[in-house]
């Protein structure tokens, strides 16, 4: 299998030559947040932009409130092929903490760089944010997707309730609420990036050693019992709809 039209898309070096370039190995790709690779953050911008266009300042602005805090944007990078280069990003994922769920996050702007979807990429995003979420304490991932449910439920996800990811930077959150959720999770890990050379972290790693994350406000922190009636979702169907109206698919997996 080559991987060569793909990387050769993702490089801008105009001397670059497609047919010398070595594939991206799935065996050295790592994960790393971008506020501890800001050279990277143009790189990223465009790859997100390259599947959801927007402004180029705006999706950089978005990119550039990461940090341990939470939403914390990851990258899934692979060593450049020229030694002495910056990485390639070949894949991005957005996480956010969740109101009323102290041990969660929410995963969103999942992305793959398009001529290298199918390979194994994808999975290996996921993986390596699960193992990121884990060693800092989270227990459950949520998310929701218009048109990718086959792809999660491989992965494990099954469907669940809608959850509310929590923007910090909305100017609409009180400044009180701002406070609370500015310290970071336990422990504080520094940008180190995991390698992927191996598959996620086993279960039994994930051991009783590791702090919980820190917890909710109390008002955030429970919220009264749904309502009764009918499953609002299956795999085929989905009474969930999104900000523009078009059904949606809740899902959720603990890691
Ligand atoms: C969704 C996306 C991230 C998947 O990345 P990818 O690199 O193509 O996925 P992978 O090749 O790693 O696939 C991982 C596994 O999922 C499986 N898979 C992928 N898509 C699938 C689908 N539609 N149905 C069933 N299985 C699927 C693959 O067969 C593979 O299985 P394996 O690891 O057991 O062999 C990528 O297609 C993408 O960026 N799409 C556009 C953006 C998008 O829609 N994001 C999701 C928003 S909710």
Same mark, same amino acid.
């Given at each position: ?22 594939? %991206? ?59 002495? /280069? ?5 894949? /991005? ?5 969740? !109101?009323?769920?102290?041990?969660? !996050? ?47 439920? /491989? ?38 990036? %995991? ?61």
């Amino acid at each position: 299998m080559t991987l060569l039209p793909g990387l050769a898309e993702l490089t801008l070096d105009p001397t670059h030559r497609p047919e010398a370039t070595p594939a %991206p190995s799935l065996a050295e790709l790592t994960v790393e947040p971008v506020h501890c690779r800001p050279e990277l953050l143009d790189a990223c911008a465009d790859l997100i932009n390259e599947q959801w266009p927007r402004s180029r300042a705006s999706r950089l602005h978005s990119l550039g409130q990461s940090s341990d805090s939470f939403p914390l944007c990851l990258m899934l990078l692979s060593p450049h092929p020229a030694p002495g /280069h910056a990485p390639v990003v070949v894949g /991005h994922a957005r996480l956010s903490r969740v !109101l009323d769920r102290p041990q969660s !996050l929410f995963v969103e702007t999942v992305v793959v760089a398009r001529a290298l979807r199918g390979r194994g990429f994808g999975r290996r995003l996921m993986e390596g944010l699960e193992v990121f979420a884990q060693a800092r304490g989270f227990r459950r991932l949520h998310l929701s997707t218009r048109d990718q449910l086959p792809f999660y439920a /491989h992965l494990g996800y099954q469907l669940g309730e809608p959850v509310q990811g929590l923007v910090f930077t909305s100017p609409r959150v009180p400044a009180a609420l701002l406070r609370v959720f500015s310290s970071a999770p336990c422990p504080r890990l520094p940008c180190r990036a %995991p390698s992927l050379a191996a598959h996620a972290a086993p279960k039994a790693s994930k051991g009783p050693s590791l702090p919980p994350p820190p917890p909710l406000p109390e008002s955030l922190a429970a919220s009264p019992p749904a309502p009764a009636g009918p499953p609002p979702q299956s795999p085929l169907e989905t009474g969930y709809r999104d900000l523009r109206g078009g059904p949606v698919f809740w899902m959720e997996k603990d890691i």
